[in-house]
């Protein structure tokens, strides 16, 4: 799982109306799903698919399944995971996940 700099995914997130921001879910996404090795039951694709068929509504259960993903894997790695990050991210989303990942590469050096 990689790193990013949080405000800098903001920023370009904005510059580029959102297309940044995709790009930035379907990573962690996929970084998340890869790291689990659950790749024969969730992919980050089929996950974007249910994302635009649902018109963003399926973007509420993904923020909250993909925190208890990384919650899963923070327990693999020994961290304490945020009792109440499943539910923070339900308004904070990506970035909050984010924060979360680049909590993880940082206690793993």
Known sequence: MKKRSIPLSVFLTVITFGIYGIVWWFKVTDETINELN????????????????????????????????????????????????????????????QSRINRLTVDNK
């Open 38 to 97: 659950y790749g024969s039951i969730d992919s980050a694709p089929l996950n974007l698919l249910y994302l635009i068929i649902t018109f963003g509504l399926y973007g509420l259960w993904w923020n909250y399944k993909i925190s208890t993903y990384i919650s899963t894997i923070e327990r693999r790695h020994n961290v304490e995971p945020d009792f109440w990050a499943p539910l923070m991210s339900l308004t904070f989303g990506i970035i909050l996940h």
